[in-house]
């Protein structure tokens, strides 16, 4: 390259993740609270980052949820949120359950495909 052409090069340095999220290196069940957070933001598009978790809940204790246990997580937040008035669609009993019933069983699939990816990855790693 010619001297004149280097003083206007700059060099960046970028870590990609491997696939998937940047946790997915790194088991669900040895996550802290706030990767937790981190991870929820970010999964599937983000198409979980508005959702609450009780604060300080790790992977391990993620792990341990159910997907009725994580429906009715979403049911209880939102049923609070109205009631605070925040939110102001109306939606029927009926399909609020169904909605969160979807709701936490995409979050379990989504916890438990990224569990699993993260174990194969480090199985990989090992040999």
């Known amino acids: 390259m010619s001297p004149t052409l280097e003083l206007f090069t700059e060099s960046i340095s970028l870590e990609v993740p491997i696939s998937g999220s940047p946790m997915s290196h790194i088991p669900v069940s040895s996550w802290t609270a706030k990767e937790v957070q981190a991870w929820l933001g970010t ?54 359950n169904e909605r969160h019933s979807m709701i936490g069983q995409a979050l379990w699939r989504a916890i438990h495909r990224e569990e699993k990816q993260a174990l194969l990855l480090s199985k990989n790693f090992v040999h």
């Open 43 to 96: 999964v599937n598009g983000g198409r979980f980052s508005h959702l609450v978790l009780p604060q300080g809940l790790d992977g391990r204790g993620l792990l341990g949820l159910n997907d009725t246990s994580l429906a009715a997580l979403c049911a209880g937040e939102l049923r609070q949120a109205r009631q605070e008035d925040e939110g102001s669609a109306w939606v029927v009993e009926g399909e609020a």
